[in-house]
């Protein structure tokens, strides 16, 4: 079974523009999370998706907003472009996320997409 | 708010040497506990998944044990490869249907010296 993809894998950006990453899920998985890692701050949890409905929303700007599509995959877009919104951006899939049972909450992570902001 | 901590910040042990990496968490209501691995510039691995009713689980080296009222659990890893070498992360969930996202600890940085 193939793993969470991300895509791009790496992007270079100035101030002031905007992004959107992309994140396909295991299949079969309905819930997609996305989080912010940096040095300073660590993981920090932006979204979660749960069959196309927003469940759960971090302390972020609205600057970041996401979406997921009908197939489980999800976007997130960055607008505004900061220096500190340079990170790597990891997104996660889980058979249910927080409404199932036991072990449907496992997190399975994709490999990231690394934003530089110029 | 829940806070995640984790101690230490990193380690470094010979190999074949038995670690134990700790998580301590404020909130004791949660949904459970997961403990990951990261290797540098990549994504998260999950290594084990506690369930709040659980007291540990074991996969392999590694054994998970979970202490709900007093808000900790450790990470055993037994017999160290340098293949063990990455950070090592715990999330806790809450159980509070309206707050429902992971919050992570900052994570213990482990090398296994060959």
């Known amino acids: 079974k193939a793993g969470v993809t991300q895509t791009p894998r790496y992007l270079i950006k100035t101030r002031g523009q905007q992004v959107t990453l992309s994140c396909s899920p295991i299949?079969?998985?309905?819930?997609v999370s996305w989080y912010q890692q940096t040095p300073g701050q660590g993981l920090q949890f932006l979204f979660e998706?749960?069959?196309?409905?927003?469940?759960n929303k971090g302390n972020f700007p609205g600057r970041f907003s996401g979406r997921q599509f009908s197939n489980s995959r999800s976007e997130m877009n960055v607008s505004t472009l900061e220096l500190g919104d340079s990170a790597l951006y990891l997104c996660?899939?889980?058979?249910?996320?927080?409404?199932?049972?036991?072990?449907?909450?496992?997190?399975?992570f994709g490999p990231g997409t690394r934003l530089t902001v110029l | 708010k829940q806070e995640v901590t984790q101690i230490p910040a990193a380690l470094s042990v010979p190999e074949g040497e038995n670690l134990v990496l700790n998580c301590s968490f404020t909130?004791?209501?949660?949904?459970?506990l997961q403990w990951f691995r990261q290797d540098p510039g990549k994504g998260l691995t999950s290594l084990l998944l506690?369930?709040?009713?659980?007291r540990e689980q074991t996969s392999g080296r590694l054994n998970a044990s979970l202490d709900k009222s007093s808000g900790r659990s450790t990470l055993y890893i037994a017999a160290s490869q340098p293949g063990d070498s990455a950070t090592y992360l715990c999330?806790?969930?809450?159980?509070?249907?309206?707050?429902?996202?992971?919050?992570f600890g900052s994570g213990t940085r482990l090398q296994v010296q060959p």
């Open positions: 996660a899939s889980s058979l249910s996320g927080t409404s199932g049972g036991f072990g449907t909450d496992t997190q399975y």
């Open positions: 299949s079969g998985h309905r819930s």
């Open positions: 998706y749960f069959s196309e409905t927003q469940r």
């Open positions: 909130d004791s209501a949660i949904y459970n």
């Open positions: 506690i369930q709040s009713s659980q």
């Open positions: 999330a806790v969930r809450p159980l509070d249907t309206g707050r429902r996202a992971l919050t």
